[in-house]
């Protein structure tokens, strides 16, 4: 046994700081690094809870679809996740009333779970009406669309475009801060017994032979019995120092936030151009650009008239509304749009926890829950197998 930590996660976003409150609920002993980098995904997650939504492509990810920088086929149609991965979703969702009210608890942080009328769709033409038509008829019963004429619509949300053919409503889809989430579980880890350093930029993974011994920054070298790889876009990077190679790619996402408005919206709002949804505070965020553009965290001009002109299709009054920030994050990626979690083949003392792209706010306390059942060599409450590192073995390019 090693002197240093029985466990050290590196990342202390939303994924990171949900591990290490698990971890640390199991009393083991924790330390979480974390370094404030810009563009960290948790910044530019809008904190949409959609697991149908996201997991038949009518969230953030009919948008991803629609750009072409999709990896899976046909750029036309959303891209329909494997159903294990929308039933783990929706677990996962599930957790979000009891989490809410104990980290609040826990931590006096209220994550600011807010239940409205759920993420609607909103159909512009005919053949958009056909895909949702379509994905409707081919999900289970209990998870079903709710498919809403244009008058229908408005009295859901009065103040959405007419110009409608319709829309799909998912009525149990709906929102937390995604930063007071990284917060509170950070706050809650602490509170059961893991340490927390800040500002603390890890270089590398130190390897010997098979296996990893811990973690490099700078000339310091911090020993631990098992290390977790929560550092999102910058997890490739990370595993490539010690020979490791998991396909995680940045994906940039271009936000817009208005300035604080009465109450305007009643649940989530997506289209094919952007979606919509009213924060806490009044404001509207309107996400997301999703594009592969490697570490770069700008925003460019087209990109932010695009997600507006589409944030005032959507909802014409907002022509009329002042613009508060723009900014952009970076979400790890993977070709197959689905987390990595858990070992990693050939290599021991280090598990991967994550690649949660679109859905990484939404999977966040399952996954926690069952990389730390992992860890502690529990059996976990949901197949982690399915999400191994390994599944890229025979795909991956260097």
């Known amino acids: 046994m090693n002197r240093g930590q029985d466990v050290i996660v590196v990342g202390g976003g ?25 563009g960290r995904a948790t910044s530019a997650s809008a904190g949409g809870l959609w697991p149908v939504g996201e997991a038949v492509g009518l969230g953030c990810g009919v948008i991803y679809h629609a750009t072409g920088n999709s990896e899976s086929g046909d750029e036309s149609t959303p891209n329909v996740l494997p159903d294990l991965f929308r039933d783990f979703l929706i677990a996962s969702n599930k957790r979000f009333p009891a989490l809410a ?50 008058e229908e619509v408005v009295q859901v ?12 409503l998912l009525p149990e889809e709906h929102q937390v801060n995604p930063m007071l989430l990284a917060e509170a579980y950070k706050r809650a880890a602490i509170r ?49 120092t010690a020979g490791i190679d998991i396909p995680v790619s940045p994906i940039r996402g271009q936000v817009v936030l208005t300035e604080r408005l009465p109450r305007i919206l009643q649940g989530c709002i997506s289209t094919s151009e952007c979606y919509l949804i009213q924060k806490s505070h009044g404001e509207v965020l309107i996400g997301s650009t999703t594009e592969c553009a490697n570490f770069d965290v700008s925003v460019t001009h087209d990109s932010i008239t695009s997600l507006c002109r589409g944030a005032v299709r959507a909802v014409p009054m907002l022509r009329d509304v002042g613009i508060k920030r723009v900014w ?21 003392g280090i598990i991967n926890a994550t690649g949660g792209f679109r859905t990484g ?38």
């Open 101 to 150: 009210k104990t980290l609040l608890e826990q931590t006096g942080v209220d994550i600011e779970f807010d239940i409205g009328t759920g993420l609607m769709f909103l159909m512009y033409t005919d053949y958009e009406q056909a895909i949702v038509d379509n994905i409707a008829r081919s999900l289970p019963q209990e998870q079903r669309l709710k498919i809403l004429s244009p």
């Open 192 to 240: 059961a017994g893991a340490t927390f350093r800040h500002d603390t930029q890890v270089t590398g993974f130190r390897r010997d032979g098979d296996r990893i011994i811990g973690v490099e920054i700078g000339e310091e070298f911090l020993p631990s019995n098992l290390t977790v790889n929560a550092a999102g876009s910058w997890s490739r990077k990370l595993a490539a």
């Open 157 to 168: 949300e009065p103040k959405i475009t007419h110009e409608l053919t319709g829309a799909a």
């Open 361 to 398: 706010i939404v999977a966040a306390p399952l996954m926690a829950e069952i990389v730390a059942q992992t860890a502690s060599e529990e059996s976990p409450t949901f197949p982690i197998a399915p999400f191994y590192s390994s599944r890229f073995l025979e795909t991956v390019i260097d």
């Open 14 to 38: 939303v994924w990171g700081s949900a591990v290490a409150y698990e971890l640390a609920i199991r009393s083991m002993r924790v330390l979480l690094l974390d370094v404030t980098l810009p």
């Open 328 to 348: 952009s994050g970076l979400r790890p990626g993977t070709p197959d749009e689905l987390p990595i979690l858990g070992p990693i083949e050939g290599v021991t």
